[in-house]
């Protein structure tokens, strides 16, 4: 074989390389078309409408705790209930509320900060577990009155399950509540809430 010949060969194998990688990329952007694409719309669409609306704090929700005059002012919070400053926030407002609760109406919201208080997610889980039996303002006051306490635990679980008892409520239902996915997603939404109205501590 001369020269002239093995450079034609040597060609035609690169073309057919050429080829056989095109026909590859093609078929492998079909299969993302038929695959990655339908999950990623099912994957947004969950995004989107699974996790239920986001309120804004000029709305309130169905779902949100509310105290106070409906007709006042309204007094949107975003807390965890293991920050030291909400915990200073919530002293603050006790001891106004009954100058103010005939012309202000509190719309408490989740924003449990999980990286620095360790308790905060069980506590606002707890709150909402109380809720469901009609003692969320109770349940907030206690673990908020508490907090110097509970926040240097290793485990609150036994000190919760306390403060669920002392308010006389069912330890068993509230438990069930507890692992709720409905319970779940609203301490979820309020963060989401507060995230996007630019709440970052």
């Not at 920050?83 to 919201?109: D, L, Y």
């Not at 002392?166 to 609203?186: F, P, R, T, V, W």
């Amino acid at each position: 074989m001369n020269k002239r010949e093995e450079q034609r060969r040597i060609r035609e194998e690169k073309q057919k390389a050429a080829q056989l990688r095109s026909t590859r990329q093609k078929l492998i952007a079909k299969t993302a078309m038929f695959l990655i694409v339908p999950l990623l719309v099912i994957t947004v669409l969950y995004a989107i409408m699974g996790q239920g609306r986001v309120y804004s704090p000029i709305e309130i929700a169905p779902y949100d705790h509310t105290r106070g005059n409906p007709n006042g002012v309204k007094m949107v919070i975003y807390a965890d209930f293991q920050c030291p400053a909400c915990g200073t926030e919530h002293g603050v407002v006790a001891q106004a509320w009954n100058a103010i609760s005939n012309k202000t109406q509190m719309i408490f919201r989740h924003y449990p900060l999980t990286g620095s208080h360790p308790h905060a997610w069980e506590a606002a889980t707890y709150a909402e577990a109380a809720g469901n039996q009609g003692k969320f303002w109770e349940m907030y006051d206690l673990l908020f009155i508490n907090q110097g306490y509970w926040a240097g635990l290793s485990d609150v679980d036994a000190e919760f399950d306390g403060y669920l008892t002392q308010l006389g409520l069912d330890l068993e239902q509230a438990h069930m509540d507890l692992e709720s996915d409905d319970l779940i997603q609203k301490v979820r939404n309020d963060q989401r809430s507060g995230t996007r109205s630019g709440v970052r501590s």
